[in-house]
């Protein structure tokens, strides 16, 4: 569980030093914006890894740093 929200967290902080918006990160990987809040509202829902690595590939960044802690 405690693993899940350091993910959640490293995302959020992922997502945030980019300079496109969240919503267009997401469009680009594909994922819809409104589920991806939901999930990431959730604390007892994980984020799937389809999505981490959708999201890295769009970042063009390595998925280890959305999933390791800083």
Known sequence: M???INIKRNLKKVLKQ????TK???KDA?????LFFQYLSAPNRRIPAVWIRRIAKSLNISTD???LED
């Open 65 to 67: 740093e959305i999933l």
């Open 2 to 4: 405690n693993e899940n």
């Open 24 to 26: 267009s990160i997401l």
């Open 18 to 21: 980019q300079k496109q918006t």
């Open 30 to 34: 594909g994922i819809r914006d409104d």
